[in-house]
């Protein structure tokens, strides 16, 4: 069981409800991800601002899905607006927990180091539950530790491009190095890829634009879950090690037996 | 500081011209086959060699769009505060010596306008005027912004071009987005349109967006009125725009408007009729800023029709007005001031928004929050 924050999860599969072509499809392909932990942007969640009240078929659909919201910051490009959205998502949805995403980067959507190193300190004093999308920078992945932050979630390639895990090397040292959970975010296109950075001991990876982009998201969605199940399974049964060359018995293995 | 317009005031037009003429099929096949494409690959995909190849250019549009957008399409709707116009541009109904007649909204009259676009389900805004820097200046923005802020999430201003100052004032009130189009990025046909009033000032206007991107706006909107002038020349120099300001202004977002003149009072069709734009040749326009810029928005307004709106997406279109009114106080009752242009797509907002449902594309109608400033 995967534990964030004192809460339990079975799956290790977090997804996300941007992109889906409607409400329906989006909750039919969470569904068959069996994921426990979904992602919203706050941004696009309709509310009224006098009445603090919510009118958003997303958060109703999956408010009936009984999994973990977890809201996300996306649009910030400052710590401030960040820190905003998370007071926002708290008063709205009555949940502490929160993705921190600020992306002044228009084009790749790249996460800004400096501001979510600021922000998370500052949502993390004030007790939320902090998950920050960040660069796979194992010096900043120690920092967010360090500020407090319930898991980190280093991306794998630019947001929403499927281009799998570029970012692999880094993605192992901040694995070998977490005291927490790492969550890899962003750019997995491939259930193989999802399997692959399970298996190098993720300890969950969250998937989107690959699910909801497909021509079929719900079987994508369970091609998925497959995906990450096994890789787990792979991590946890102690993957054999990788030999360059065939290891043959020693010629002394009987003399050597004798010593 | 103008880097962004110096660089397009380096451009020779019409070398830009000759090398886009001279594409060639195999041209246009590389630049289908690039995983990343450079400005004369866009030139390649808008020359005469591509027109066979739009079938394929829409179907790499389409996989583009759904990579970074997804299912999903933008819905805005502009709101006119005023017709007042103190420009002569031979193409326009707001022209000044149009004997036509002006207004300009008040307050209250802004109020019941609001009130009727959010009961059509709008939380993003545009603000259109016509450029009169007197009465309908900054003090008057500043004033309807702030109002307007109350009750949308997100607004965006199609005014007069303004200096970096009154942008930045303008940010502080909650203006999210500008819109400032070059009309034709060719000096010397710009001053054949451009008879009378500020706007005459080529250079000003070009470098609005290197004032928008120093005022650190978070959108900034771009476009050419595709057939004042050779639309596929001002096209590249479109795309070349939008590609120096992401280098310089990085903070910013950019959109991309495919305005194409159709008939409005007043307005010398003769003096257009020769750089037309056909509608297959607007989908490859638009198919080929889409394989040039995936993370670009790209949109659509009313004048284009039903048929070609509900096809938009397919082609790369992220964006669209819905249910506009080009007349001032259109929303909440009948004025008799004269629109700008004639609408074509005139189904309500709920009517588009089902088409598009009907064609898998999940409207958006929220993509901000009042406290995101920067």
Known sequence: MLNIAETQFSSRLFTGTGKFANTHIMQQAIGASRSQMVTLAMKRVEHHDELKKIKDNTVEALRALDVQLLPNTSGAKTAEEAVYAAHLSQELLGTPWVKLEIHPDTRYLLPDPIETLKAATQLVAEGFVVLPYCHADPVLCKRLEEAGCAAVMPLAAPIGSNRGLLTREFLQIIIEQAHIPVVVDAGIGKPSEATAIMEMGADAVLINSAIASASNPCAMAGAFAQAVETGRIAYESGLGRIHFNALPTSPADTFLEQL | ?374
């Open chain 2, 1 to 374: 500081m103008t880097p962004v317009a110096d660089k397009l005031n380096a451009q020779d037009w019409d070398a830009l011209s000759m090398q886009l003429y001279s594409k060639t099929a195999k041209d246009v096949e590389q630049a289908l086959m690039r995983p990343k494409r450079t400005l004369e690959d866009f030139m390649a995909l808008v020359s005469p060699a591509a027109e066979p190849y739009v079938a394929q250019m829409s179907a790499l549009a389409d996989q583009l769009t759904r990579q970074r957008f997804g299912y999903t399409m933008g819905l805005f709707v502009p709101l006119y505060l005023s017709n007042l116009c103190a420009n002569e541009c031979t193409y326009c109904g707001f022209s000044m010596s149009n004997r036509i007649k002006r207004t300009t909204l008040t307050l209250d009259q802004i109020k019941q306008e609001a009130a009727a676009i959010k009961a059509m389900g709008f939380n993003q805004l545009l603000l259109v005027t016509g450029e009169h820097e007197t009465k309908v200046g900054m003090h008057y923005f500043c004033e309807v912004v702030t109002y307007l802020k109350t009750q949308f999430d997100y607004v965006m201003m199609e005014v007069q071009p303004l200096s970096t100052c009154d942008y930045e004032t303008l940010h502080q009130a909650g203006v999210n987005a500008v819109l400032v189009y070059q009309e034709t990025y060719q000096r010397r046909a710009y001053a054949r349109y451009h008879l009378r009033g500020n706007k005459q000032d080529f250079d000003w206007r070009l470098q609005t967006p290197d004032r928008l991107g120093q005022a650190k706006m978070d959108k900034i909107g771009v476009a050419a009125l595709l057939g004042l002038n050779d639309w596929r020349t001002d096209s590249v120099m479109t795309a070349l725009h939008v590609q120096l300001l992401q280098q310089h202004y990085w903070r910013s977002r950019y959109v991309i408007g495919f305005p194409r003149l159709r008939p409005c009072e007043g307005s010398e069709n003769s003096t257009t009729s020769g750089q037309f734009i056909s509608s297959r040749q607007l989908v490859q326009l638009i198919c080929a800023h889409r394989l040039l810029h995936p993370y670009v928005e790209l949109s659509l307004s009313t004048r284009e029709s039903q048929a070609f709106r509900d096809h938009a997406s397919a082609f790369g279109i992220t964006s669209m007005s819905a249910g506009s009114s080009t007349q001032p106080g259109g929303y909440s009752n009948t004025t008799k001031a004269l629109a700008q242009f004639d609408t074509n797509d005139t189904r309500s907002p709920d009517e588009v928004a089902q088409a598009l449902v009907a064609k898998g594309i999940a409207p958006v109608w929220s993509d901000w929050l009042q406290g995101f400033r920067s």
